[in-house]
Every structure is written in structure tokens, then in C-alpha cells.
């Protein structure tokens, strides 16, 4: 072999050889690229009849088998299209979320609610991500903005994390009105994608904890050839009613829905859960599977329902996905094994946070050097701790922490500032948004600065950021109150939990 032929090598479907002898690459018109594209993704509902002419008909198109040496981890970046799904006003987690969209609530000392799904998807080399919202999303656009935006994608590849907030049009002047309304508005810009080589889109949640490899959701996805694909978490019956839960044929095909089934309609749901590769124990004890609302959906069908089907259709959960089966689309299910939680409410949330403090409760760790938790570079100084006793808690960074001081089963955000003599016990502090001069605290009532202030006690609370608990101050809920509403003062009281509200200042010597 000549030197001439060793410097030629194969670049995609085609041979380029430069005029001095080197191989280069010869960037391809778009058709070229379509042409390319069409021979080396896998089509998993290309069938003898076109998958057009199958979505028209309301028939889901058979499943193909993928060759087993196609390189769905390097596809996946081009043909998949992540969009997050911000949820509405918040309202089961407000106060928390009172000055910010749902997805940016703070979480676990460092991170926020959008960390979560983002590090999934780039984890699993999903690189084209939107997140859908229509609140207070000043404060999520910054994060996502500043977190990822400067490292996702490269020179050869287009990748981004954007959030696309509500927005009225000519053609439509009305706010989102579910799930698949946001979706639906904001069709236009998806088909952008599509245009560009996105086969599926990868619908999630903004406020779930759990680490998920998409990749193997994906690729089952397109071997059943389904046009719709639903993330199920095999469950067992005492936990089963508080789910929408999922009947299954022989093949692992969607067969009915039933929402929050009790007595008898349970029963009728249960399903064999070692068809989804469940193993036989677990199968047993969890003979259930509930929707995780995370989906994979066909962005043809997709297309094709929201726009033409079901044009007032709202939610994917309730409306679109029930309908797709009624109208004879495959509809699959693909069992998760690992830990998931719903955390979109104050009490789910505040149980999650503090379990990943305690060894006897975590099961789900921001630690995994193959699929880390990514959030934005703060740049802050380690936590500085003054003679306290901590126990079973988790510190966040630029912390400081008094002398006296005793933190027990705590969550302690960034920036955190706990006085002399505290106790912090059971609790979240979410920190601080900054670091407070002494110049910028004569502007606040007796210059009370934020953070916990000495021999102050706070159990069984969540102290939002930028909050200011005075000297001798007692957040125990000294009552027991279960619900209470007292934003004039500071604080809510939500199954029991204390919240004091973001920048909100709590006098020296208050008992709550």
C-alpha cells in the first residue's frame, strides 16, 4: 500500500481525499446529509407502508429490530430532543416557589430542581434540551444560562439548555393550559429540530430526584417501534393508589389506565412486571406499575396528535396518551429500577432532602463519578466551622458556621451564615443568593443580617434564601399547626413543615 492510500480513510458513507495527499472533510449540502442520516439511523416504526400514511390511520407501525452494532449513544445526540416540562404556578410547593419557577428551586445545599433532569440528559448525551415555563423564570433562565450553556455542544455540534417561557402570539394569545398545550405552542420551534435530524422527543419533569440513563430508554423505545413510550416505576399495593397506574399485554404494550384505582379497580391492575425485565422477586412484591410521567414519543405522531387529533387536548398524562391507545397508536412501557421521588410537593420535598442526609434513608446520592449532578460554578470558599457539633448533615459551600452551634439531620444551603449557639435540627436552610456587606445591612431594620442569628432554634423548617432569623428567635412550630398562612409575618406552616419565606426577616425573640 502507497503512501497515498494510507492517508485516505472513510468519512461517513464517502471517501475524501485532498489534493496533497491527506484525508479532510467536505462539508455536505443538506441533502447529502438527509441521505446519510436516512442510512445510518434506525427507523423503528419504518415499516413496508410509510409511517405517514400509519399516523393518518391511527395504526402504531410494527416494531424493527435495531442492528445490534448501531451506535445508539452516538445518535442520540442528533436524533433526540430533550424537553422539560416546568410545571405550572407551583402551587403545592409554594412558598417556595413565590419568587421563582418550580425548577429552580434550590436542592440539596448546591444544586436546584432543574439539575436533575439537565445532568440526565448530558449524562446520557441528550445535548438539545428546552425547559417550558411560564413563572418567575427570571432566576432559571440565569442558572441554565450560566450553568450549562458555555460547555454544552461544541464546533461540530449544536448543542444547548434554553428555557422557553409562556408567551402570547397572533396566533395564540393564551397562556400554556397543561403539558401538552406547552408543547403544542411551541411545535413550531420543535419542528426546527426535526428538520435537522430529531426523530423523538424526550418528554420530562422538572421536579423529580432520580438519575436515569436515557440512552436504554430510547433504544427500547425504537426496537418496539412504539409511538409513544412511558417511564414505569413497578410499585407495590400500599403505595399503588396514589399513582396512575398501567395495565400491559404479553409484549409490555399499554392496555388501560386507571388514575389513583382503590378496592376492586386496583386490584384489576395488577400486571406481571418481569415482562418489562423486572427480576422475578421484585416482580412479585411489586406487581404494579405506575407512570413516572417521563415519556419518549415519536415527534411524527407527536406532531400529528397535538395537531390534528387532538388540537384541545391539554395534558399528555389525563388526555393525549389515554387517546393515542383509544386511536390505535402503540403505546409502551419500559420498567425503571432505580430510586425515583416526586418531590413537587413541600412535604415530598423536605422529606427528600433530609433523607439524603441520614445513611439509613439515602438512595439516591449527587455522587456518581459516571453520571455526576452538574450545577453552576459558584467559585466559593470552603465552609468555615467554629467548635460545632454536626451530625448527619450536609454543608454547602461558603458556609459559616459558629462556635456553640448544633446541626443535627440537616440540609445547610450556600452562604449560609448560623450564629453562635444555634441549634439547626431537622431543617433546610437554602443559604444566600450573595455574600452581605456591612454597608448593604444598615439598609435593613436593625440591621439584621441574614442568615440564623445566635441561640436561635429552628427544627423541622425550611429556611428559604436570603431569609433573616433574628438573635433568641424559637421555629419549632410550637403548636403543631398543620396548615397556616401567615405571609404578613414571614412564614407558612404546610404539613406541618415551617416555611420562612425567601428575604423575608423573622424580629429577635419571635416563637413560632
Given at each position: 500500500?502507497?503512501?497515498?492510500q494510507?492517508?485516505?480513510?472513510?468519512?461517513?458513507?464517502?471517501?475524501?481525499?485532498?489534493?496533497?495527499?491527506?484525508?479532510?472533510?467536505?462539508?455536505?449540502?443538506a441533502?447529502?446529509?438527509?441521505?446519510?442520516?436516512?442510512?445510518?439511523v434506525?427507523?423503528?416504526q419504518?415499516?413496508s407502508?410509510?409511517?405517514?400514511?400509519k399516523?393518518?390511520?391511527?395504526?402504531?407501525?410494527?416494531?424493527?429490530?435495531?442492528?445490534?452494532n448501531?451506535?445508539?449513544?452516538?445518535d442520540?445526540?442528533?436524533?433526540?430532543?430533550?424537553?422539560?416540562?416546568?410545571?405550572?404556578?407551583?402551587?403545592?410547593?409554594?412558598?417556595?416557589?413565590?419568587?421563582?419557577?418550580k425548577?429552580?428551586v434550590?436542592?440539596?445545599?448546591?444544586?436546584?430542581?432543574?439539575d436533575?433532569?439537565?445532568?440526565?440528559?448530558?449524562?446520557?448525551?441528550?445535548?438539545?434540551i428546552?425547559?417550558l415555563?411560564?413563572f418567575?423564570?427570571?432566576s432559571?433562565?440565569r442558572?441554565?444560562?450560566?450553568?450549562?450553556?458555555?460547555?454544552?455542544?461544541?464546533?461540530n455540534?449544536?448543542?444547548?439548555?434554553?428555557?422557553?417561557a409562556?408567551?402570547?402570539?397572533?396566533?395564540?394569545?393564551?397562556w400554556?393550559q397543561?403539558?401538552?398545550d406547552?408543547?403544542?405552542?411551541y411545535?413550531?420551534?420543535?419542528?426546527?429540530?426535526?428538520?435537522?435530524?430529531?426523530?423523538?422527543?424526550?418528554?420530562?419533569?422538572?421536579d423529580?430526584?432520580?438519575?436515569?440513563?436515557?440512552?436504554?430508554?430510547?433504544?427500547?423505545h425504537?426496537?418496539?417501534?412504539a409511538?409513544?413510550?412511558?417511564?414505569?416505576?413497578?410499585?407495590?399495593?400500599?403505595?399503588?393508589?396514589?399513582?396512575?397506574?398501567?395495565?400491559?399485554?404479553d409484549?409490555?404494550?399499554?392496555?388501560?389506565?386507571?388514575?389513583?384505582p382503590?378496592g376492586?379497580?386496583?386490584?384489576?391492575?395488577?400486571?406481571?412486571?418481569?415482562i418489562?425485565?423486572?427480576?422475578?422477586?421484585?416482580?412479585?412484591?411489586?406487581?404494579?406499575?405506575?407512570?413516572?410521567?417521563i415519556y419518549?414519543?415519536?415527534?411524527?405522531?407527536?406532531?400529528?396528535?397535538?395537531?390534528n387529533?387532538?388540537?384541545?387536548?391539554?395534558?399528555?398524562?389525563?388526555?393525549?396518551?389515554?387517546?393515542?391507545?383509544?386511536?390505535?397508536?402503540?403505546?409502551?412501557?419500559?420498567?425503571?429500577?432505580?430510586?425515583?421521588?416526586?418531590?413537587?410537593?413541600?412535604?415530598?420535598?423536605?422529606?427528600?432532602?433530609l433523607?439524603?442526609?441520614?445513611p439509613?434513608?439515602?438512595?439516591?446520592s449527587?455522587?456518581?463519578?459516571d453520571?455526576?449532578?452538574?450545577?453552576?460554578?459558584?467559585?466559593?470558599?470552603?465552609?468555615k466551622?467554629l467548635?460545632c457539633?454536626?451530625s448527619m448533615?450536609?454543608i454547602?459551600?461558603?458556609?459559616?458556621?459558629?462556635?456553640g452551634?448544633?446541626?443535627?439531620?440537616?440540609?445547610?444551603?450556600?452562604?449560609?451564615?448560623?450564629?453562635?449557639?444555634?441549634i439547626?435540627?431537622s431543617?433546610?436552610?437554602?443559604?444566600?443568593?450573595?455574600y452581605?456587606?456591612?454597608?448593604?445591612?444598615?439598609?435593613?431594620p436593625?440591621?439584621l443580617?441574614?442568615g440564623?442569628?445566635?441561640?436561635?432554634?429552628?427544627?423541622?423548617?425550611?429556611?428559604?434564601k436570603?431569609?433573616?432569623?433574628?438573635?433568641?428567635?424559637?421555629?419549632?412550630?410550637?403548636?403543631?399547626?398543620?396548615?397556616?398562612?401567615?405571609?404578613?409575618q414571614?412564614?407558612v406552616?404546610?404539613?406541618?413543615i415551617?416555611?420562612?419565606?425567601?428575604?423575608?426577616?423573622?424580629?429577635?425573640?419571635?416563637?413560632?
Open positions: 500500500m502507497n503512501v497515498h494510507t492517508q485516505t480513510r472513510k468519512l461517513g458513507s464517502r471517501t475524501f481525499v485532498c489534493p496533497h495527499g491527506s484525508a479532510v472533510r467536505r462539508p455536505l449540502s441533502k447529502a446529509r438527509a441521505a446519510s442520516r436516512k442510512v445510518q434506525v427507523k423503528a419504518a415499516v407502508t410509510s409511517l405517514e400514511t399516523v393518518a390511520n391511527g395504526v402504531s407501525a410494527a416494531a424493527s429490530p435495531a442492528p445490534p448501531f451506535d445508539y449513544a452516538g442520540i445526540s442528533k436524533t433526540v430532543l430533550g424537553i422539560i416540562l416546568g410545571g405550572g404556578a407551583g402551587t403545592r410547593l409554594y412558598p417556595l416557589t413565590k419568587k421563582r419557577a425548577p429552580a434550590p436542592l440539596g445545599a448546591n444544586y436546584r430542581l432543574i436533575i433532569p439537565v445532568s440526565n440528559c448530558l449524562n446520557s448525551n441528550v445535548s438539545k428546552y425547559c415555563t411560564q418567575n423564570s427570571a432559571l433562565n442558572h441554565l444560562s450560566q450553568a450549562y450553556n458555555s460547555s454544552v455542544g461544541g464546533y455540534t449544536r448543542g444547548f439548555v434554553e428555557v422557553l409562556a408567551s402570547q402570539s397572533n396566533a395564540n394569545k393564551s400554556f397543561g403539558t401538552a406547552a408543547v403544542r405552542q411545535m413550531w420551534l420543535f419542528e426546527e429540530a426535526v428538520r435537522e435530524g430529531v426523530e423523538d422527543f424526550l418528554i420530562l419533569s422538572g423529580h430526584l432520580y438519575r436515569m440513563d436515557y440512552r436504554d430508554f430510547v433504544r427500547k425504537r426496537e418496539s417501534g409511538a409513544i413510550t412511558i417511564a414505569a416505576l413497578p410499585c407495590a399495593e400500599k403505595e399503588a393508589s396514589a399513582f396512575g397506574l398501567m395495565k400491559i399485554d409484549a409490555g404494550r399499554v392496555i388501560e389506565f386507571a388514575e389513583k382503590k376492586e379497580a386496583l386490584q384489576r391492575m395488577k400486571v406481571d412486571t418481569s418489562l425485565g423486572v427480576d422475578p422477586a421484585t416482580a412479585q412484591s411489586k406487581p404494579f406499575i405506575a407512570s413516572m410521567g419518549v414519543m415519536s415527534a411524527k405522531a407527536l406532531r400529528e396528535l397535538l395537531l387529533r387532538m388540537p384541545g387536548a391539554n395534558d399528555f398524562g389525563n388526555e393525549v396518551i389515554p387517546g393515542a391507545k383509544d386511536a390505535g397508536y402503540k403505546v409502551q412501557a419500559y420498567a425503571f429500577k432505580g430510586y425515583w421521588e416526586d418531590i413537587g410537593t413541600v412535604e415530598a420535598f423536605y422529606n427528600a432532602n433523607a439524603l442526609a441520614d439509613s434513608k439515602a438512595q439516591f449527587f455522587y456518581d463519578k453520571a455526576p449532578i452538574y450545577t453552576m460554578s459558584r467559585f466559593l470558599p470552603p465552609s466551622v467548635d457539633d454536626v448533615s450536609i454547602g459551600d461558603g458556609c459559616v458556621i459558629k462556635a452551634s448544633k446541626i443535627h439531620n440537616s440540609i445547610i444551603g450556600i452562604r449560609s451564615l448560623v450564629g453562635t449557639d444555634c439547626i435540627d431543617a433546610m436552610m437554602m443559604g444566600a443568593d450573595y452581605e456587606t456591612l454597608e448593604e445591612c444598615e439598609y435593613v436593625g440591621c443580617p441574614m440564623v442569628g445566635d441561640g436561635s432554634i429552628v427544627r423541622k423548617a425550611i429556611v428559604d436570603n431569609a433573616r432569623i433574628g438573635p433568641k428567635c424559637q421555629i419549632i412550630n410550637k403548636d403543631g399547626v398543620k396548615e397556616a398562612n401567615r405571609e404578613d414571614g412564614f406552616i404546610k404539613d406541618g415551617v416555611v420562612i419565606i425567601k428575604d423575608s426577616c423573622i424580629p429577635a425573640g419571635t416563637i413560632i
